[in-house]
C-alpha cells in the first residue's frame, strides 16, 4: 500500500525537491492544502487537495479545512491495535504517515513595525500545531517534520526502519519543542497588547544558539540561548565564553547611557574607568587613567566608530573583547594582528523589558532598570547649590555609578571617572577603595563629586568623601539619618542632591 504525507508549509523552502523525492523515490501519495497544493501541482508533483480527501470543503477564509477526523484519525490511529485500524476502516480513514507543516510566521509577523492586532491574531495558526502534535504524540507510526533542515535527514532513512524509528523520536520532540515557542510567542505578544507589565504565568522559549566550552567555570557545562546575534556580531576572534557574554551585556547597558563619544573599560562587569571627551582618543586616554591595571583582559566599549587612531592606543594592552557599533578599515588591520581579540559589533538592538535571575525553586523577574531620570525632578538638599561644573560631573557619575555593583561608589570630573569603588559590604569601604584607586592611578580627588548607587546610611560617608576631596554628592536619599548626612554635607560645604531613584545590583 502507498504511503501518505500531508505537507501544508508557510515556508516553501525546498518543498518542492523534497515533495518530487517523496513522490517519485518512495512511492508517497501527497495530501495538500492552498497555496501548498498549488505550488507543488504547478511543480509537477501529483496532488491530492485535502478538501477533496475529507470530503469537506475549506471554509471561514481557511481557518477550517485540516480540523476533520479523516486527518487526525489517519494520525493518531495506532498501527499495532486492531481496534483502532477496525475503526478506522469502518469510518473511511486511511493512515497519514508523514506530517510536513510549518506554521504561519506569528512571529515575523508581530516583529514588523506596523503590525496590527488583526494582522497578529490572522497569523495564529490552529491547524497546523493540531496537525504537528497529533503526529508527533503517534510518532511510532508516523514521522512529522516542522522544519525544512530536516527534509534530507528524512529522505536518507526512509529505507532503513530502524534508523527512522530513532529519528522519529527527535522530531517529534522537536514539534514539542516548536510548539511550545510558538504558544509561547503568542501569549507573550496578548499578554503585552491586552494586559502589560509581569505576567501571571512567565513563558519562556529559546532557541539554542551555541553550546559553549564551559561557564564560569571549568568543571561548569553551559550554553547560550536566545537572539543573542540580534544584538551582536562577531568580526574576529576566539568562540566567545561564558563569562565574556555577561560582560558584553553589562558593557553595553553602560554606554548606551551616553550620547556623546564615550570610552568604557570594563571588568567582570565592572567599570574600571569611563570617560566623554570630544574624540574617541581623549576618552580613551582619561577612561584608561583611572585604573591602568584593572583593564587588562578586560571589555573596551565605545559608541562610535572606532577608529585607526584608537585602535593603536588599545592595542598597547591585553583586552579580551572590543565592542562598537562599526571599526574603521584602519582599525581592523590593526586589531586583525590580534587573532584571539574578540571584535564585537553592537547592532543597538531593543533592549530586553525583563531581566531574570535564577533563584532555588524558580527565576526572579524585573523590569529592566532604564528609568528616564532627569535633573529637573532631582532635589538639591543642602544650603548650597550645585556649580554647573558639578552638575555635569554628577549627571556623569550618576549614569556610571548605576551600573557598578552594590555598595557602589564613584569619583568623577567633569564627565570622567577618579576612582571607582564596587561590591563592598559598607559603603565606607567602597569610598575607601575607590579613595586609594585613585591615588593609586595618581588622580587628584580635590573638587571632585562623589556618587553613590543608594543612600548614605550614616554621616561618616559625607565625611570620608569630603576629606578625599569631594565638593558635591549625588545620592537617592531616604535614609532615616538623612538630616544628618545633609548636616555632615553642609558642614564641608558640599552641594548634596537627591534623586529619589536607588541603582542597586547585586
Same mark, same amino acid.
Given at each position: 500500500?502507498?504511503?501518505?504525507?500531508?505537507?501544508?508549509?508557510?515556508?516553501?523552502?525546498?518543498?518542492?525537491?523534497?515533495?518530487?523525492?517523496?513522490?517519485?523515490?518512495?512511492?508517497? *501519495?501527497?495530501?495538500?492544502?492552498?497555496?501548498?497544493?498549488?505550488?507543488?501541482?504547478?511543480?509537477?508533483?501529483?496532488?491530492?487537495?485535502? $478538501?477533496?480527501?475529507?470530503?469537506?470543503?475549506?471554509?471561514?477564509?481557511?481557518?477550517?479545512?485540516?480540523?476533520?477526523?479523516?486527518?487526525?484519525?489517519?494520525?493518531?490511529?495506532?498501527? $499495532?491495535?486492531?481496534?483502532?485500524?477496525?475503526? +478506522?476502516?469502518?469510518?473511511?480513514?486511511?493512515?497519514?504517515?508523514?506530517?510536513?507543516?510549518?506554521?504561519?510566521?506569528?512571529?515575523? *509577523?508581530?516583529?514588523?513595525?506596523?503590525?496590527?492586532?488583526?494582522? +497578529?491574531?490572522?497569523?495564529?495558526?490552529?491547524?497546523?500545531?493540531?496537525?504537528?502534535?497529533?503526529?508527533?504524540?503517534?510518532?511510532?507510526?508516523?514521522?512529522?517534520?516542522?522544519?525544512?533542515?530536516?527534509?534530507?535527514?528524512?529522505?536518507?532513512?526512509?529505507?532503513?526502519?530502524?534508523?527512522?524509528?530513532?529519528?522519529?523520536?527527535?522530531?517529534?520532540?522537536?514539534? @514539542?519543542?516548536?510548539?511550545?515557542?510558538?504558544?509561547?510567542?503568542?501569549?507573550?505578544?496578548?499578554?503585552?497588547?491586552?494586559?502589560?507589565?509581569?505576567?501571571?504565568?512567565?513563558?519562556?522559549?529559546?532557541?539554542?544558539?551555541?553550546?559553549?566550552? @564551559?561557564?564560569?567555570?571549568?568543571?561548569?557545562?553551559?550554553?547560550?540561548?536566545?537572539? /543573542?546575534?540580534?544584538?551582536?556580531?562577531?568580526?574576529?576572534?576566539?568562540?566567545?565564553?561564558?563569562?565574556?557574554?555577561?560582560?558584553?551585556? &553589562?558593557?553595553?547597558?553602560?554606554?548606551?547611557?551616553?550620547?556623546?563619544? *564615550?570610552?568604557?573599560?570594563?571588568?567582570?562587569?565592572?567599570?574600571?574607568?569611563?570617560?566623554?571627551?570630544?574624540?574617541?582618543?581623549? &576618552?580613551?586616554?582619561?577612561?584608561?587613567? *583611572?585604573?591602568?591595571?584593572?583593564? !587588562?583582559?578586560?571589555?573596551?566599549?565605545?559608541?562610535?566608530?572606532?577608529?585607526?587612531?584608537?585602535?593603536?592606543?588599545?592595542?598597547?594592552?591585553?583586552?579580551?573583547?572590543?565592542?562598537?557599533?562599526? !571599526?574603521?578599515?584602519?582599525?581592523?588591520?590593526? !586589531?586583525?594582528?590580534?587573532?584571539?581579540?574578540?571584535?564585537?559589533?553592537?547592532?543597538?538592538?531593543?533592549?530586553?523589558?525583563?531581566?531574570?535571575?535564577?533563584?532555588?525553586?524558580?527565576?526572579?523577574?524585573?523590569?529592566?532598570?532604564?528609568?528616564?531620570?532627569?535633573?529637573?525632578?532631582?532635589?538639591?538638599?543642602?544650603?548650597?547649590?550645585?556649580?554647573?561644573?558639578?552638575?555635569?560631573?554628577?549627571?556623569?557619575?550618576?549614569?556610571?555609578?548605576?551600573?557598578?555593583? $552594590?555598595?557602589?561608589?564613584? @569619583? &568623577?570630573?567633569?564627565?570622567?571617572?577618579?576612582?571607582?569603588?564596587?561590591?563592598?559590604?559598607?559603603?565606607?569601604?567602597?569610598?575607601?577603595?575607590?579613595?586609594?584607586?585613585?591615588?593609586?592611578?595618581?588622580? $587628584?580627588?580635590?573638587?571632585?563629586?562623589?556618587?553613590?548607587?543608594?543612600?548614605?546610611? /550614616?554621616?561618616?560617608?559625607?565625611?570620608? &568623601?569630603?576629606?578625599?576631596?569631594?565638593?558635591?554628592?549625588?545620592?537617592?536619599?531616604?535614609?532615616?539619618?538623612?538630616?544628618?548626612?545633609?548636616?555632615?554635607?553642609?558642614?564641608?560645604?558640599?552641594?548634596?542632591? !537627591?534623586?529619589?531613584?536607588?541603582?542597586?545590583?547585586?
Amino acid at each position: 500500500m502507498a504511503k501518505r504525507a500531508l505537507i501544508s508549509v508557510s515556508d516553501k523552502t525546498g518543498i518542492v525537491e523534497f515533495a518530487k523525492e517523496l513522490q517519485q523515490k518512495h512511492g508517497y *501519495t501527497i495530501l495538500s492544502t492552498g497555496g501548498t497544493a498549488k505550488l507543488l501541482s504547478k511543480e509537477g508533483v501529483a496532488v491530492t487537495e485535502v $478538501s477533496s480527501y475529507t470530503g469537506f470543503p475549506e471554509m471561514m477564509d481557511g481557518r477550517v479545512k485540516t480540523l476533520h477526523p479523516k486527518i487526525h484519525g489517519g494520525l493518531l490511529c495506532l498501527r $499495532s491495535n486492531p481496534d483502532h485500524m477496525a475503526q +478506522a476502516e469502518k469510518n473511511g480513514i486511511g493512515m497519514i504517515d508523514m506530517v510536513v507543516v510549518n506554521l504561519y510566521p506569528f512571529e515575523a *509577523t508581530v516583529a514588523k513595525p506596523n503590525c496590527s492586532l488583526e494582522d +497578529a491574531i490572522e497569523n495564529i495558526d490552529i491547524g497546523g500545531p493540531s496537525m504537528l502534535r497529533s503526529a508527533a504524540k503517534n510518532h511510532q507510526d508516523v514521522t512529522v517534520i516542522c522544519d525544512s533542515s530536516d527534509y534530507q535527514k528524512v529522505l536518507d532513512v526512509l529505507e532503513n526502519p530502524e534508523e527512522l524509528k530513532k529519528l522519529r523520536k527527535l522530531l517529534a520532540l522537536k514539534v @514539542y519543542q516548536r510548539t511550545a515557542s510558538y504558544d509561547t510567542a503568542i501569549s507573550n505578544y496578548l499578554q503585552e497588547k491586552y494586559v502589560g507589565g509581569l505576567p501571571e504565568r512567565m513563558n519562556i522559549s529559546m532557541p539554542l544558539v551555541q553550546k559553549m566550552r @564551559y561557564g564560569e567555570n571549568p568543571h561548569q557545562a553551559a550554553a547560550l540561548y536566545g537572539d /543573542f546575534d540580534k544584538f551582536f556580531e562577531k568580526l574576529q576572534g576566539k568562540e566567545l565564553s561564558y563569562n565574556n557574554i555577561i560582560d558584553i551585556t &553589562a558593557a553595553t547597558e553602560l554606554i548606551s547611557e551616553f550620547d556623546k563619544p *564615550t570610552v568604557a573599560i570594563l571588568k567582570h562587569t565592572n567599570p574600571c574607568g569611563v570617560a566623554t571627551c570630544e574624540t574617541l582618543l581623549e &576618552a580613551w586616554n582619561q577612561a584608561f587613567e *583611572t585604573d591602568k591595571q584593572a583593564p !587588562f583582559g578586560g571589555i573596551i566599549a565605545v559608541n562610535r566608530e572606532l577608529d585607526g587612531a584608537l585602535a593603536e592606543a588599545i592595542a598597547h594592552i591585553f583586552s579580551e573583547v572590543i565592542i562598537a557599533p562599526s !571599526f574603521s578599515k584602519e582599525a581592523l588591520e590593526i !586589531f586583525s594582528k590580534k587573532k584571539n581579540l574578540r571584535l564585537m559589533i553592537n547592532k543597538n538592538a531593543q533592549k530586553s523589558k525583563f531581566t531574570f535571575k535564577s533563584v532555588a525553586g524558580g527565576m526572579l523577574v524585573q523590569e529592566a532598570d532604564d528609568i528616564e531620570e532627569l535633573k529637573a525632578n532631582m532635589k538639591v538638599v543642602t544650603k548650597r547649590q550645585p556649580t554647573e561644573e558639578e552638575w555635569r560631573a554628577m549627571l556623569f557619575g550618576w549614569k556610571v555609578v548605576k551600573h557598578v555593583k $552594590s555598595n557602589a561608589i564613584v @569619583y &568623577a570630573g567633569c564627565e570622567r571617572t577618579l576612582g571607582i569603588g564596587a561590591g563592598q559590604m559598607s559603603r565606607v569601604d567602597s569610598s575607601r577603595i575607590a579613595v586609594w584607586k585613585a591615588g593609586e592611578a595618581g588622580l $587628584s580627588l580635590k573638587n571632585s563629586i562623589v556618587a553613590s548607587d543608594a543612600f548614605f546610611p /550614616f554621616a561618616d560617608g559625607l565625611a570620608a &568623601a569630603a576629606q578625599a576631596g569631594a565638593t558635591a554628592a549625588i545620592q537617592p536619599g531616604g535614609s532615616i539619618r538623612d538630616e544628618e548626612v545633609i548636616a555632615e554635607a553642609d558642614k564641608n560645604n558640599m552641594a548634596m542632591v !537627591f534623586t529619589s531613584i536607588r541603582h542597586f545590583r547585586h
